[in-house]
């Protein structure tokens, strides 16, 4: 009988929820809840999704972690309201309303790409939310849309009358393999995966990224990062691929972060938690050892 209450007590830590958290009127972020433990808030990136985190939560449970992921407005299961504030500011103001909604404070945040971005605005504006941030190939982006993508959204009237979602899926896929060191994991299904929520509304998926790319940022976020006193770690792909964080990106992390170290994963590309899911919890390890460190040396 015993070993039967263990058995369920170990898969009730594994067991994940999905719900939507109401952020603002008309607005509302879907989240998914999985274990239990330390939280590990994970924030995936502009055409990420809870989907794309599938390889990494189930070991970040098994470690003992409560991984919580928070798509942002327009991005995953998250609602698209066309007049809504896209702003990489308004995002991160909407991560910090989720969190406070679930009462967790002093989280690991875990961003990719874009993601990243959000997730240094919510350090500086929330320090209570973060404990410690890796952000795997996200730099300081100043804005949610690069230039070449907005020239591409010009022609989303189009979309539908030259493919819809089946061009969609193309573009995805190439975009996939293009970020990629080794670009086996990129399957039909993975792609349908990496797609499925676009597809469930492409129309109003369409205005959110036209949203995206004309938002204005409230304030620059470069002047703030000094105000990060967390440790901040950001892990980047070692293998030539599209969507690498810059050089300079690096270098201005390296300069005005109080506490910064940058891991690299030599054959990865842009999506490390697909390639290499376990160097990313390797990456969460060394992050919590840096603020037990920190904590020790009264740092913070």
């Known amino acids: ?103 967790v404070r002093n989280a690991l945040v875990l961003a990719h790409s874009i993601g990243g971005s959000e997730a240094f605005r919510l350090a500086y504006r929330r320090p209570d939310l973060v404990r410690a941030l890796l952000s795997i190939e996200g730099g300081p982006t100043e804005k949610a849309i690069t230039p070449a993508f907005k020239r591409a959204l010009r022609f989303a009237p189009w979309i539908k009358l030259f493919g819809g979602m089946r061009l969609i899926r193309r573009k995805i896929r190439g975009m996939l393999i293009d970020s990629s060191g080794d670009a086996s994991w990129v399957t039909d299904s993975v792609v349908l995966g990496y797609t499925a929520a676009a597809g469930r509304d492409l129309d109003a998926t369409l205005k959110a990224y036209l949203a995206m790319a004309n938002s204005r940022e409230p304030e620059a976020l470069a002047p703030h990062l000094p105000e990060i006193r967390c440790p901040v770690r950001l892990m980047v792909g070692g293998a030539r691929h599209d969507g690498d964080v810059g050089v300079k990106e690096v270098q201005l992390l390296a300069r005005t972060l109080p506490a910064f170290m940058i891991d690299s994963v030599p054959a990865a590309g842009h999506f490390i938690q697909e390639e290499e899911p376990g160097a990313v919890l390797a990456g969460v390890a060394r992050l919590k050892a840096s603020v037990t460190a920190a904590h020790a040396t009264g740092s913070q």
């Not at 007590?9 to 719900?19: G, L, N, Y």
């Not at 909407?94 to 909604?101: E, K, W």
Request: no cysteine.
């Open 1 to 103: 009988m015993w070993l039967l209450g263990l058995v369920l007590i170990t898969d009730s830590t594994a067991v994940s929820r999905t719900f939507m958290v109401p952020v603002a009127p008309a607005e509302s972020v879907s989240v998914e809840t999985t274990g239990r433990g330390d939280p590990v808030v994970l924030i995936p990136g502009l055409f990420g999704s809870a989907f794309g985190f599938r390889k990494v939560v189930p070991l970040l449970v098994d470690a003992g972690y409560r991984t919580i992921v928070i798509e942002p407005l327009g991005v995953g299961a998250s609602g698209r309201p066309e007049k809504a504030n896209y702003s990489l500011t308004a995002q991160a103001g909407r991560i910090a309303a989720v969190l406070d909604s679930l009462h």
